[in-house]
């Protein structure tokens, strides 16, 4: 009886070794190199048709993209992959999680997938430095989590996004909010109103930001920063910022607060922060409060006000303020909350929107104008400018 994962395990080493490592092989010639291994492995017929296609995919994964995985990245409708070492892949798929069919059959194997993903965007993983994001080619984001910090072995989590950006009219479709909250946020965008977006892990704050994105005024110039460039925008004059961890050869890190700094000297109309999750919650207000009106970000938070308390624990990571100085920059800074949540059905949807009405008696004030309440989502006050 043929041992195919001997045979594979077999053609790989082969394919290898043939292969010219003097220039770089394009796709069709390395599937030729695979073609001509299998042919003279097999020489007595005895794999199947589908055998050989199987093979030879898996060959070509393995070697030139993502090995087990690649099957789920092909998969449109697959939105988050969860690899917990070589003991078992999850995956995320219309809402609901599912463990997936194959597994890597060592770390080995595991491991160099990681480190491939990773050394296409620059970045450096191992024991010494063993946590790095990082992003596929197809913008999704990757978290990888090596031992000593994972102990039972190497942990890879990859948020997939929708290959075309979702417009706000698409959001409209898929019931994540109605036309008159898009008609609303719409007219603030335009107006320059500082919007937060937050929610908890996977409510889609990402999409809802990018979504935003497509009210801006062309004639506008925007600088996004980004821990990983996720963020799609529509937006012409347009510049991408994104940071860096410490590698390896001992070159500095460029955290957020770096960036942030830098891009106030790049003449920005608007600055956007993919996710403000520390100090630099200082410098992104500072930057809302010295011009740059209609800058945005998301957080993670429970709840519009638990934004805000969180906002404030963020500054003081940063920098000793008193309470009542953070308070008035954050209510003279923001001027709108969407809060986003995710519901049991893998549902996406906006189910509050606060305006942040200014700093009075201690106090910032909040005044909803939508709320979702009984599965509808409904206009419960009036926008009022702010009165600090």
């Given at each position: 009886?043929?041992?195919?994962?001997?045979?594979?395990?077999?053609?790989?080493?082969?394919?290898?070794?043939?292969?010219?490592?003097?220039?770089?092989?394009?796709?069709?010639?390395?599937?030729?190199?695979?073609?001509?291994?299998?042919a003279y492995r097999d020489k007595t017929k005895s794999?199947?048709?589908?055998?050989?296609?199987?093979?030879?995919?898996?060959?070509?994964?393995?070697?030139?993209?993502?090995?087990?995985?690649?099957?789920?990245?092909?998969?449109?409708?697959?939105?988050?992959?969860?690899?917990?070492?070589?003991?078992?892949?999850?995956?995320?798929?219309?809402?609901?999680?599912?463990?997936?069919?194959?597994?890597?059959?060592?770390?080995?194997?595991?491991?160099?997938?990681?480190?491939?993903?990773?050394?296409?965007?620059?970045?450096?993983?191992?024991?010494?430095?063993?946590?790095?994001?990082?992003?596929?080619?197809?913008?999704?984001?990757?978290?990888?989590?090596?031992?000593?910090?994972?102990?039972?072995?190497?942990?890879?989590?990859?948020?997939?996004?929708?290959?075309?950006?979702?417009?706000?009219?698409?959001?409209?479709?898929?019931?994540?909010?109605?036309?008159?909250?898009?008609?609303?946020?719409?007219?603030?965008?335009?107006?320059?109103?500082?919007?937060?977006?937050?929610?908890?892990?996977?409510?889609?704050?990402?999409?809802?930001?990018?979504?935003?994105?497509?009210?801006?005024?062309?004639?506008?110039?925007?600088?996004?920063?980004?821990?990983?460039?996720?963020?799609?925008?529509?937006?012409?004059?347009?510049?991408?910022?994104?940071?860096?961890?410490?590698?390896?050869?001992?070159?500095?890190?460029?955290?957020?607060?770096?960036?942030?700094k830098t891009a106030l000297r790049m003449r920005p109309?608007?600055?956007?922060?993919?996710?403000?999750?520390?100090?630099?919650?200082?410098?992104?207000?500072?930057?809302?409060?010295?011009?740059?009106?209609?800058?945005?970000?998301?957080?993670?938070?429970?709840?519009?006000?638990?934004?805000?308390?969180r906002i404030e624990t963020m500054v003081l990571m940063?920098?000793?303020?008193?309470?009542?100085?953070?308070?008035?920059?954050?209510?003279?800074?923001?001027?709108?909350?969407?809060?986003?949540?995710?519901?049991?059905?893998?549902?996406?949807?906006?189910?509050?929107?606060?305006?942040?009405?200014?700093?009075?008696?201690?106090?910032?004030?909040?005044?909803?104008?939508?709320?979702?309440?009984?599965?509808?989502?409904?206009?419960?006050?009036?926008?009022?400018?702010?009165?600090?």
């Amino acid at each position: 009886m043929l041992d195919i994962e001997g045979l594979k395990e077999q053609l790989k080493k082969d394919v290898i070794n043939g292969l010219d490592m003097s220039r770089e092989l394009s796709d069709r010639e390395l599937l030729r190199e695979i073609d001509l291994e299998t042919a003279y492995r097999d020489k007595t017929k005895s794999l199947s048709v589908r055998e050989r296609a199987a093979i030879r995919k898996e060959l070509f994964d393995s070697l030139r993209r993502l090995d087990v995985l690649q099957e789920l990245i092909e998969d449109d409708e697959v939105t988050e992959i969860m690899v917990n070492g070589t003991s078992a892949i999850f995956y995320e798929k219309e809402g609901k999680i599912k463990l997936w069919k194959k597994n890597f059959s060592n770390r080995e194997k595991l491991e160099d997938v990681i480190q491939q993903i990773v050394s296409g965007v620059n970045r450096a993983v191992n024991t010494s430095s063993p946590i790095v994001d990082a992003r596929l080619g197809d913008g999704s984001r990757v978290n990888v989590v090596l031992p000593p910090a994972a102990p039972e072995g190497p942990v890879l989590t990859i948020r997939r996004f929708p290959k075309k950006p979702l417009s706000m009219e698409d959001l409209v479709k898929t019931g994540s909010l109605d036309g008159n909250l898009s008609a609303f946020l719409k007219d603030a965008v335009k107006r320059g109103r500082s919007i937060f977006v937050s929610g908890g892990t996977g409510s889609g704050k990402t999409t809802f930001l990018n979504a935003l994105s497509g009210f801006i005024p062309e004639e506008e110039r925007v600088i996004t920063i980004e821990d990983s460039l996720e963020l799609q925008l529509s937006v012409k004059n347009l510049v991408r910022l994104e940071t860096r961890n410490v590698l390896a050869e001992g070159s500095l890190a460029i955290t957020i607060r770096d960036l942030i700094k830098t891009a106030l000297r790049m003449r920005p109309d608007r600055i956007i922060v993919g996710e403000v999750r520390g100090p630099e919650a200082l410098d992104m207000l500072q930057a809302m409060n010295t011009g740059h009106d209609g800058s945005m970000s998301t957080g993670h938070a429970n709840s519009p006000a638990d934004m805000l308390s969180r906002i404030e624990t963020m500054v003081l990571m940063g920098k000793e303020l008193p309470l009542q100085a953070i308070r008035s920059q954050i209510g003279s800074a923001i001027d709108i909350i969407v809060h986003l949540a995710r519901f049991s059905d893998g549902s996406r949807k906006v189910v509050s929107v606060q305006e942040v009405a200014g700093y009075e008696e201690n106090e910032i004030r909040l005044h909803e104008l939508f709320a979702r309440e009984k599965g509808q989502l409904r206009a419960v006050g009036e926008y009022i400018e702010k009165r600090i």
